[in-house]
């Protein structure tokens, strides 16, 4: 009777499990290996994926990856097919045979009994009123061919009760003694699905290197807001696209542009400017019409590095050299800290004061000396690792800075004696001039006037910054208000700015 509860559950159980089982099967059932692989749905991603790539090509970078991607699922769903089929076979049908077949048949021959008994015991009754209703030669033996025939009758009935009793015991202590065979079903999923994933996991690994080669060989990537030293390496340059970029236009058509980098360009032209310097594509004639967009992606460049230019490393040493008074010894320690930097971020940097020095020769006409140049550009090359609050970088630390851009590009030559070539990669070629400043109608170059002086500067070390009462001039012309400060003064002001 235990054996029969028990035989009712693993049935429910087993059926149940199949029916679940069979249902995470992606496959149809009851088809061919082929067809079967025609109808998963990783088979017809790896199809799509496969032709994208061949709409695409292989010289764009997401069609190499929908060609590597698509590869990949066809090798997956290759892996779960031969998965379902050893499940199907390993576990499925056997869990199949053992609820719709195996304990079934044992139930069926159970009820074969219960009629076997019910026979018997039909048979001894009739026997038994036949052996009361006769004449008896003995008290206790029956007489006459009927009874014999019916105790027969009776005895033929019992044997076969007793056979099938006996089967039908042979059958359950057989099913009981297979409980670990059963038991080994759901031990072999969990081994075939560990199979599976293993070998899926193997094949991922083994085709994510190649995602990762595929995407670091590829060259154009976006360069805002990514560090300096992953975007060179990347790229090889040695000068960053949009530094070199921006530089290279300006020198052509904004070294006369009065306010470049202090008047805000058009917010959609700076948009457009900076996602096209992203993806590498760039229409020289088209922006030599804005140099302000130029001179804005510039600066958000450099303001959207993860690290400052001048790096947060030697903010300390920066902020201390701008604090010292005596004007050569601030020089000397400007000096030693520029030494210090990168070899990347000190090429750029050079790079850099050496265009800004080049844009102050300009500077009656386009109105921007060093003062002015550092208050708008320097914030975007050095900035502390934790900013205080707006009015803390519009008074103490920002005119630190302005301290240590400003002498560095009044004295550019003295910093950086070597000679820069601008357009590094020769890629720049040179738009058409346009003059953009209504107050003036030409410009000679400003290395006629004053290659004397700039020789004198060259051939000795610079005494100071400047006088001794080198101010930034505060005053308010054409609605820009500019500061004035003495390096030497501690005060802390608190400036507003009026544009």
Known sequence: MQVEKRLELVKQVSHSTHKKLTGCLQGQQGVDVDKRSKKLPLTSLAQCLVEGAVILGDDSLLGKMLKICGETQDRLAQELLLFELQIERDVVEPLYTLSEVEIPNIQKQRKHLAKLVLDMDSARTRWQQSSKSSTLTNKDTPTGAKADALREEMEEAAIRMEICRDQLSADMYSFMAKEIDNANYFQTLIEVQAEYHRKSLELLQNVLPQIKAQQESWVEKPCYGKPLEEHLTLSGREIAFPIEACVTMLLDCGLQEEGLFRVAPSASKLKKLKASLDCGVLDFQEYSADPHAIAGALKSYLRELPEPLLTFDLYDDWIQASNIVDQDKRLQVLFSTCEKLPTANSNNFKYLVKFLAKLNEYQDYNKMTP?????????????AHTEGNITEMMTTVSLQIVGIIEPIIQHADWFFPEEIEFNVTGNYGSPVHTNHNAN?????????????????????RPLSVATDNMMLEFYKKDGCVRFIRSYACAPLLTLALNH
Do not use: E, F, H, T
């Open 440 to 460: 003036y109608s030409s410009m000679p170059s400003p290395d006629l006037d004053q290659s004397d002086r700039r020789q004198q500067d060259q051939s000795r």
């Open 371 to 383: 003062g002015n140049i550092a208050i708008v550009l320097g914030p975007n090359l050095l900035w």
